[in-house]
């Protein structure tokens, strides 16, 4: 999953990709302060950063070898965020469940190791990292610090608020769609960006199934927060059937708590959530969520 990050200048570009560089690593790490690895955590380092350019098939083994990497090393200042960085990638698309579940555990042992500091009743990112595997990718994982039932409780407001969530946006044609008015239809709302490789990566996939669906009522609408000026071009070099809203000011971003994308929700007929991601899906794992709302 790809975070944003708001810079505090008007004049900068207020939301940036860390691709190809180590996502968590930068932003644990305060500008003015450079990190040091050892020589053991060296070589992992450079498998991370080298992580995203690997064939899917290469890239489930290598993610379950850094797990067991990591999870063997002492209790060396970066091993949490090595763990975390591992834990932002693994969720990229489907490298199956014994994978996830060693980078879960991975995880969760160096948060016993090397607590993350939180504020009161504000966990830190790496415990809502965890919980959100936990509640959402449905892996073991127990912590007996705080923070991690607050991570738990966080998530289930959250997603209260999703149920409850409505809006009003208009797709680059112009046509206006409110999300509550789709009652009836199963309807997947897909958070996304052109400068994000992982959602570009899950387009086609998603593409495919809203062609295969859209006849017995199956709705994507995909946002965007970008400026339509981005969005047009793009899309004119890389089609897509279903609707691309736009969503500048993040308002609908904000009202869903995205901190990330992609990130996807399912409603089904009655307007309930029914399934989300917390990051890139297959083919596969979307025909997984869109069958808890009886598309199959």
Known sequence: MLRFFFLPSRGVIQSILLSGALIL??????????????????????QLRGLRKLDDTVRVHTTKDLALQIRALPVVPNKLKLAGTLAELSTEGDFGKD???????????????????????????????????????????????????EAMAKLEADDAKRQSADFTLSDLQGKEWHLQELRGKVVLVNFWATWCPPCRKEMPDL?????????????????????????SPYLAEHKVSYPVLLDPGRKVNDLFIVEGIPKSFVYDRSGKMVAQSIDMRTRSQFLAMLAQAGLQ
Do not use: C
């Open 25 to 46: 690593l930068a932003v644990s790490v305060p500008a003015q302060e450079k990190v040091v690895w050892s020589d053991q955590e060296k070589p992992i380092v450079e």
């Open 99 to 149: 994978t996830l579940q060693e980078v879960t555990t991975t995880l969760a042992a160096a948060l016993r190791e090397q607590p993350a500091a939180g504020k009161p009743g504000q966990p830190d990112f790496l415990y809502v990292e965890l919980a959100s595997l936990v509640r959402y990718e449905h892996m073991q994982a127990t912590s007996d610090n705080p923070q991690f039932a």
């Open 207 to 231: 593409d495919a199934l809203y062609n295969k669906f859209k006849d017995q009522g199956f709705v994507v609408l995909a946002i965007s927060d970008e400026e339509a000026a981005k969005v």
